[in-house]
């Protein structure tokens, strides 16, 4: 079993920044692949960005490439998310995600539906 634990969203303007947080505690050492993904009201959870282990492969969604980034600090079992340029599109609920089976080395995936560990979520909001 994993656990995970989101952790840094809030209230910020447009164009500001945030960085957030997921905490893994539990069977982490089969944490190969760990994804971000948000969830708008009224929207599909979609996913945004994920990485492997070793930063052997990351991915970003169309919509924040080149403004979000991720990565990891595998001695504290944290992935980040630095979200940069933050637009008002960018509120949601963020949640980070781990699979019980990962994928092939060097890919990762933003599918929900092979994602089975879940944290509850942390909420940004980007309003002036």
């Known amino acids: 079993q994993v656990q995970l634990v989101e952790s840094g969203g809030g209230l910020v303007q447009p164009g500001g920044s945030l960085r957030l947080s997921c905490a893994a505690s539990?069977?982490?050492?089969?944490?190969?692949?760990i994804a971000w993904f948000r969830q708008a009201p009224g929207k599909e959870r979609e996913g945004i960005s994920c990485?492997?282990?070793?930063?052997?492969?990351?991915k970003h969604a169309d919509a924040v490439k080149g403004r979000f980034t991720i990565s990891r600090d595998n001695a504290r079992n944290t992935v980040y998310l630095q979200m940069n340029i933050l637009e008002s599109d960018d509120t949601a609920v963020y949640f980070c995600?781990?699979?019980?089976?990962?994928?092939?080395?060097?890919?990762?995936?933003?599918?929900?539906?092979?994602?089975?560990?879940w944290g509850q979520g942390t909420q940004v909001t980007v309003s002036s």
């Open positions: 995600a781990a699979p019980k089976t990962p994928s092939v080395p060097g890919s990762c995936r933003l599918n929900t539906r092979v994602y089975d560990y």
């Open positions: 539990g069977s982490t050492s089969n944490l190969v692949e």
């Open positions: 990485i492997r282990r070793n930063y052997e492969w990351t």
